[in-house]
Nanobody
Framework: QVQLVESGGGLVQPGGSLRLSCAAS????????MGWYRQAPGKQRELVAT???????NYADSVKGRFTISRDNAKNTVYLQMNNLKPEDTAVYYC????????WGQGTQVTVSS
């Protein structure tokens, strides 16, 4: 089992920044992929960004140039730096860990509003 604990969500004005963190613990296998997904009300969950244990990254077109995913393998933690936030970024953000099995965090709310 892998446990994922997310933090860093909140309310921010358009143009602002937030940094999300997701700490993994338990039976962690390598290599693995960790990532962030989001789900807005009435919409399907969608990929935001992923990062492999070797460092390769993948981003949704809608966040390229604004969001940066990174990870600290020693701490089993993945981060999402979100800059120039827009109202359409409002969603519940979920952390995901993929290795031998697929695990999800409980989600953290991000609200972008003036």
């Amino acid at each position: 089992q892998v446990q994922l604990v997310e933090s860093g969500g909140g309310l921010v004005q358009p143009g602002g920044s937030l940094r999300l963190s997701c700490a993994a613990s338990g039976s962690i296998f390598s290599p693995n992929v960790m990532g962030w997904y989001r789900q807005a009300p009435g919409k399907q969950r969608e990929l935001v960004a992923t990062i492999a244990s070797g460092g390769s990254t993948n981003y949704a077109d809608s966040v390229k140039g604004r969001f940066t995913i990174s990870r600290d393998n020693a701490k089993n933690t993945v981060y999402l730096q979100m800059n120039n936030l827009k109202p359409e970024d409002t969603a519940v953000y979920y952390c995901r860990h993929i290795s031998r099995f697929d695990y999800w965090g409980q989600g953290t709310q991000v609200t972008v509003s003036s």
